[in-house]
């Protein structure tokens, strides 16, 4: 059952849920368009979402929303910032199965925490969560699908690092901050004061974006990149073709 939080801050906030769903919706059609023309190169290819990926979907987004429930602080921001790991199944569907299925477990991933864990923010910080998410397994996954190799999969997972980073710090500075000082009330002025009392170089949205946001998209995406580059390889045949046919699969990416 939905819990009753999710449908009252649903209830006071439609136009957001508007806006949420409008967003998962570009990020889904984007995978789509980009993983359409990677498969130009491998015609043969598994079709975008068959059964089987339906449901390693659904496996990895309910894994990805469990991590997200196990985020915390760090020193380096305000403790409403929160750095969790719940983009690493997102990114290794991605790897496997295609930018498409990579988005969709961002978003399984949406549903099981707000089942789980509501929200607290009226959709918030959940909406900057898939997209900020989105802009690390996006690029990392339509990279590798061009051309599946280690190099191409450490491209990407550097290129989605930096498209993360860039995009979070930005969002936060003209969407993120000025939307919660509007719905919650928060004087920008107290924002910018936790922020001060971490770091005194913060001064105004720009510098509390660039020291605060920035550094946790950093740590998040190299973490997650590496840890992926570190066990991809190994699950990747029993992600692809199961348990009984990994030792004549041991050799595929």
Known sequence: MISKNVLTAAKQNVSFVAVFIGAVALMIALAYLFEKAAKKKNPQAERILS?????????????????????????IAPNFYKLDFSELPALIA?????????????????????LIKSTS???????????????????????????????TAVIGCAVGTLVMTVFGTFFNAVYLIPTYVALFGMPLDVILGMGQAINSRVTDVTSFVVLMVAPINIIKGCGISLITMLVYKRLSPIIKYGAAPLQSAGSRT
Do not use: H
């Open 51 to 75: 059964t089987r990926k339906i449901v390693m979907i659904g496996m990895f987004g309910a894994i990805s929303g469990i991590l997200y429930c196990f985020d915390f602080a760090l020193p």
């Open 94 to 114: 991605g790897f496997a199965f295609g930018p498409v299925a990579g988005v969709l477990v961002e978003f399984v991933k949406m549903v099981v925490k707000l």
């Open 121 to 151: 923010t009226a959709f918030v910080g959940d909406l900057a969560n898939f997209l900020i998410g989105c802009m690390l397994v996006l690029p990392a996954s339509v990279i590798y699908q061009f051309k599946k190799s280690k190099a």
